[in-house]
């Protein structure tokens, strides 16, 4: 039997909307860290909150691109049923689960923005 | 007493209700921030008793009105609406709100009165500071004038702590290296109790500190007094026992204003006869506790950073205990 190349490749993806959200709590805690620690004026968290936004932006674009891979994945061979363990069930089956992992990280990232959204000082 | 408990039931209902009030409950509020975060949480328990109430009404309705097949398209409403959209939009409204109260909590606008606390093992050093820009260094208690914002700072000297008066706010760390800050704004008077919420060591349990809200009348006279010099010893009794104070080396660790005992290592001692308690919260104040504390600080205090005093003789502890309950 040939492997489809693809299969290998959506491991990854897989993983890559967690990835995003983790790599986007990281840069948003060491950015407000960095700041309040050398950079604020006045203890005000101005500078950090739009650093943050940025971020957030660009990680839910990025999840975005990523659910839309998902979904095309599993839409691709609707004619199979997703939970039999065949290789296009598990195409799609990859597809599905790649979607509800961007689903989670995307709200993950805005509830990991949302402090910056509320809280104005470093203290 | 004559209470008869009925029935299981009942005794839980008890203590339940019992456990709501008392000087350290979260839910018998004196305080503004107490007040915001028992609205929080009553607002949540109705609302899981709503939705606990929901959950177990469709399994009844699924077993018993209506078993048997349901169609696919409302299961997977029920499914995606139930399980995933309707989740995520109340925990969204919850975390903003949560975070739309933390500013004022924290620091109050109008703050006029700063009073820092440092958390040491295991007792709690505090200075006020008043809008004049006069300060002054006390211990192990807190007093409060009541409807008044006080701005408190949270510092620690060694390992993090946590400040927390149930009945008047929320309890927020205290780190080492940091200040942390935190709002209070009681709003009845009363005696109220706070400790220590983040584990810090063996004695972490025996950490807390005795609060009183007052009139402000009553609040400024207090604060007035505890500015003045300590009262000079008027009996032979607690004159022997300012000598042993500063004989025994006490005043290496202690200070007592307008003496020669200036060390800054343990709590300042200027006023320890007028405060509502000894030890952090853990003995009451008079001479007995007074002369235990001193003989057996370390059979009260497991670890306390104050060597026992256990070769004085009785008379001595009752003399250095009728000093320190002489400076009110
Ligand atoms: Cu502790």
Redesign the interface.
Known sequence: MVKSPRLRDSLWMLIAAPTIWSLHFLFSYVTAAVWCAKLAEGASLGGARTAVAMYSAAAIAAIGAVAHYGWRRHCQETRHPHDVPTSHGRQRFLGFAILLLA?LSA?AV??GA??A?????C? | MALRIASPTGAVLVVLVAACDGPQSALDVAGDGATRIADLFWGMAAGAAVIWIGVVGLAVYATRVRPGEHSGRTAKLLLIGGG?VFP?IV??GL??YG??L??EL??PSDGRLIVSVTGEQWWWRVRYETADGRTVELANELRLPVGEAVEVRLESRDVIHAFWVPSLAGKIDMVPGR???LSLKPTRTGEFRGACAEYCGESHALMAFPVAVMEPAAFAAWLEDQHALAAPPSTPETERGARLFMAMGCGSCHAVRGTAAAGTIGPDLTHIGGRASLGAGILVNDVDAFARWIAETDHVKPGVRMPAFGMLAESDLRALGQYLESLQ
Do not use: D, K, N, Q
């Open positions: 689903g709200v805005v509830y949302l402090p959204a509320f809280i104005a000082s203290h | 995933v995520t925990l969204t975390l903003s975070l739309l933390i500013p924290r620091e200040v942390t800050r």
